[in-house]
């Protein structure tokens, strides 16, 4: 196969994840506003019995206490949010490398610069770089949309 018929191939493959990942951010945006609205006050309060009287009923003496079923429930809430703060992390990278697209594709449309010996030199201006977000900033951000 030909290299230009592999870069158009591989474009091709580029510009399909990138629909599937748009698509999939508005499917995940979609479920966490369905699964936020899902959980009533009564809902959860029902859960919270149901959950509780089938722990009372499974209850094997020594093995499974109470203690274990919060260290395993909080260690099922850690990954969940562990995951939920990787997936915005994802999301706020590739958000990022679209700006910088963006920002390039504006430069190259500005054209070349006006010639810089007709205005005397500017001090450099120190920018604040851009920071990842920490996964519990980024679970914040998420939970709160």
Known sequence: MKFGALQRRVKRCEQ??????GETQDHWNVLSQVWRQGWSPLRIVV?????????????VPGKVNGARW???VGSVSSLFASAQAAFASVVAAQAAETADDAADQVDEAAGPPP???ARPAAPPVAEPEPHEPRPAEAATELSER
């Open 16 to 21: 399909v994840m990138a629909v599937r990942l």
């Open 115 to 117: 010639a810089a010996a």
């Open 47 to 59: 859960v919270g019995l149901a959950g509780g009287f089938i722990a009372g009923k499974l209850e």
């Open 70 to 72: 919060l260290q395993m």
